[in-house]
Nanobody, 123 residues
C-alpha cells in the first residue's frame, strides 16, 4: 500500500501563487507516475498535471504556462507550483500515483490517491 499526503493548500487572491506538495510513503516503487487532479463544487474531477518517474511532464491546457509540476524521486515527493491563480482554479486538489505510464491524464487509471487539499482563489 502507498499513502499520499497533500499539503500547501489555502486561500489566496487572484494573481497570487501557491505551492502544493505530495509526499508518498509505504511500499512505493521507483517507476511511479505521480499526478495532480482537482475537483470543483458541482464539477467532475479533472486532470491538472502529471510527471513520470523519468521526468516526462503533462499539463492540462487550462494550467499550462501557469502551473509547474516537479518531482523529487529520492524524497518520494511531487510538487505543484501554481502561479497567476484564477478564481476558476478553486477546487480540492488531489495527488495520485500509479505504476503504468499509460493514460496519465485519466484519473480512473491511478492506483493511489491522497486526501485532497483545498485551494481557494478569491477575486
Amino acid at each position: 500500500q502507498v499513502q499520499l499526503v497533500e499539503s500547501g493548500g489555502g486561500l489566496v487572491q487572484a494573481g497570487g501563487s501557491l505551492r502544493l506538495s505530495c509526499a508518498a510513503s509505504g511500499r512505493t516503487a521507483s517507476t511511479y507516475v505521480m499526478g495532480w487532479f482537482r475537483q470543483a463544487p458541482g464539477k467532475e474531477r479533472e486532470f491538472v498535471a502529471a510527471i513520470t518517474w523519468g521526468g516526462r511532464i503533462y499539463y492540462a491546457d487550462s494550467v499550462k504556462g501557469r502551473f509547474t509540476i516537479s518531482r523529487d524521486n529520492a524524497k518520494k515527493t511531487v510538487y505543484l507550483q501554481m502561479d497567476s491563480l484564477k478564481p476558476e482554479d478553486t477546487a480540492v486538489y488531489y495527488c495520485a500515483a500509479k505504476f503504468s505510464e499509460t493514460a496519465v491524464v485519466v484519473g480512473s487509471t491511478y492506483d493511489y490517491w491522497g486526501q485532497g487539499t483545498q485551494v481557494t482563489v478569491s477575486s
